[in-house]
C-alpha cells in the first residue's frame, strides 16, 4: 500500500503542476483578449489542445514507472529479471566497465557543445540551465525518497536501494533535455540522445547493478521530471527574471544522498 500511495502521490504532483502551468497559461491569454470574444474562444481551444497533447506525452514514462511498480509484487515479472540477470551475468560473468557513470551526462553535455558549435537549440544559455538543473532536482528528489521507500535489494547483493535506478533517471533527464532543445532542429538528435540513456541502461544490467525492473522507471522519472521542468520554467521565469540577462546561476541540487550547489557562468551570451 506505502508503494502504491508513492506512485498516486508522484502521478498527482505531476498533473497538478501540468493544471496549474495550464491554468496560469489560458488566464493570462483570456484577460488580453476579453474584448475579443472570438479570439478568446480560439485561445482557449489552443490551450486545451496544448493540454491533451501533454497529457500524453506522459502515457508512456507513467506506463514504464507503472510497470516498476507493478514488477516490485509480481512473481512472473520477477522471474523475468533473474532470467535477464542469468542471461546477462550468471551464465557470462565479466569484469564490470564505468563507462555508464559518464555516459549519463553524455546527451547534456551534447546540448552545450552544440550550442557551443554554432547549432543552437531552443533556449539561451541562462534558461536552458536552469531548465536542466531544475529537472535534476525534482529527479533526484525522487528517486532518492523512492529508494528509501522500496529498499529492494541490488543483484550483486551489495546495497538495498536498487530501486529506481538513478544513473537511469539522470541519462533519461539528459535525453529528454537533448531531445526538447533540438527538436525542432532535427528528430535526430534526441533519437542519439534516448539511445545513449538506453545504453546507460543497460550496462546498470550488464553491471550486475540493476534488475530490469529498476530500469523501466528510472527512464520514466527521468522523462516526466524534465517535462515538467520545461512546463513550469516560464512561470519561474516570469516571477524571478522578468528577461533580465542573468550570465551567473546558483542553484541547489539533491541526488545519491548529497545536496550541494551547482555554480555557472556563461561568458558568453546567446
Known sequence: MQKLFTILLFTFFSTAL?????????????????????????????????KGKRIKSLLLPAGLITYGFIALENDGLQNLDNSIKEEIWTE?????????N???YAPAAAVYGLNAMG?????????????????????????????AITRVQRPDGFGTN?????????????????????KDVSPWYGIAGYAMATTTAYLRMYNNRHWFRDLAPGAGIGIITTKLAYWIYPSIKRTFFKDKPMNTMVMPYYQNKTIGFSLVHSFAGK
Open 18 to 50: 501540468l493544471n496549474a502551468q495550464v491554468t496560469d497559461s489560458i488566464h493570462t491569454n483570456n484577460s488580453q483578449v476579453t474584448a475579443k470574444p472570438f479570439e478568446s474562444f480560439k485561445t482557449s481551444m489552443a490551450e486545451m489542445n496544448e
Open 92 to 100: 557470462r560473468p565479466h569484469k564490470p566497465i564505468t563507462v555508464d
Open 102 to 104: 559518464y555516459l549519463q
Open 119 to 147: 547549432i543552437k537549440g531552443k533556449n539561451n544559455f541562462r534558461d536552458r540551465t536552469m531548465i536542466y538543473l531544475l529537472s535534476n532536482a525534482m529527479m533526484g528528489i525522487t528517486v532518492q525518497s523512492l529508494k
Open 162 to 182: 536498487a530501486f529506481p535506478s538513478g544513473h537511469t533517471a539522470t541519462a533519461f533527464v539528459a535525453a529528454e533535455f537533448l531531445h526538447q532543445e533540438y
